[in-house]
């Protein structure tokens, strides 16, 4: 089994998962800390919709 590298191969989330950020964001004027937690509320092909717990849906 060898290991999955994200960034090479992305992987579509589905809506409803849990998810902790892994870097500092700053989104629609609003910073995002790392490890901050989310889930995934939709997805594109460039972007995942995830409301972070307490604040509006974001675009990650």
Known sequence: MSAHDPHEDPVQLPHGTDV????????????????????????????VDVQILGRIESTL
Do not use: W
Request: charged share 20%; hydrophobic share 35%; aromatic share 0%.
């Open 20 to 47: 902790i950020t892994r870097v500092d964001r700053n989104v629609m004027g609003e910073s995002v800390a790392s490890g901050s937690v989310g889930r995934v509320g939709g997805t594109s092909t460039a972007a």
